[in-house]
């Protein structure tokens, strides 16, 4: 069964940065597209971002928009978050998509980490 | 963006009831729709896609219905382990949102 490991979480003041970085345990991301989904504290689940295998296209939310940046090599799965906001505290999701473009319609979250800690707080 | 209305919101019943939760679409999306199940303290893991298509290693008493813009999820037998939060999500279009959730919990 496919694994992924998120890292890099924590605490960050307001307008700080913060790289979360997402592995397979015993496997390549290889060429599936892949997402980052987020949940905040007693809340529901939101796409933030997603990348497809060719980590030349990618997508974001409206609030993810011009602030971060996914990228991916071979081996991980990365989010750099910049201008960070007391409202991007969350739980950061890396999620394997079982379809093969994030811009085809038909996608689903076959595979999710088990998340990490973001806090946005002074 | 496509808002997903799920209902109801939280849900109440006993092991071995027949549960059924709503999904509605704010537009068409054809059967592009999953559901998830999350348990307390752990990561979403995805049931149905495609509307119906139960995926490996989900149990037979989950089942998935609807086009357009009504789906549902049915539960039948509930068993300990399905006391849980529920999301659809539509990947018609990006975003792929989710609906707002809908909490089962033990009568």
């Known amino acids: 069964e496919d694994q992924l490991v998120e890292s890099g979480g924590g605490w960050v003041q307001p307008g700080g940065s913060l790289r979360l970085s997402c592995s397979g345990s015993g496997f390549t991301l290889d060429d599936k597209p892949m997402h980052w989904v987020r949940q905040r504290p007693g809340k529901g689940l939101e796409w933030v971002s997603g990348i497809n295998g060719d980590a030349a296209t990618m997508a974001y939310s409206d609030s993810a928009k011009d602030r971060f940046t996914i990228s991916r090599d071979r081996e991980s799965l990365y989010l750099q978050m910049s201008s960070l906001r007391p409202e991007d505290t969350a739980r950061y999701f890396c999620?394997?998509?079982?379809?093969?473009?994030?811009?085809?319609?038909?996608?689903?979250?076959?595979?999710w980490g088990q998340g990490i800690l973001v806090t946005v707080s002074s | 963006d496509i808002q997903m209305t799920q209902s109801p919101s939280s849900l109440s019943a006993s092991v071995g009831d027949r549960v059924t939760i709503t999904c509605r679409a704010s537009q068409t999306i054809g059967t592009f729709l999953n559901w998830y199940q999350q348990r307390a303290g752990e990561a979403p893991r995805v049931l149905i896609s495609?509307?119906?298509n139960l995926e490996g290693g989900v149990p037979s008493r989950f089942s998935g219905s609807g086009s357009g813009t009504e789906f549902s999820l049915t539960i039948t037998s509930l068993q300990p382990e399905d006391f849980a939060t529920y999301y659809c999500q539509q990947t018609y279009s990006i975003p792929p949102t989710f609906g707002q959730g809908s909490k089962l919990d033990i009568k």
């Open positions: 495609g509307a119906s």
């Open positions: 999620v394997k998509d079982g379809g093969n473009n994030i811009l085809v319609k038909g996608g689903f979250f076959d595979s």
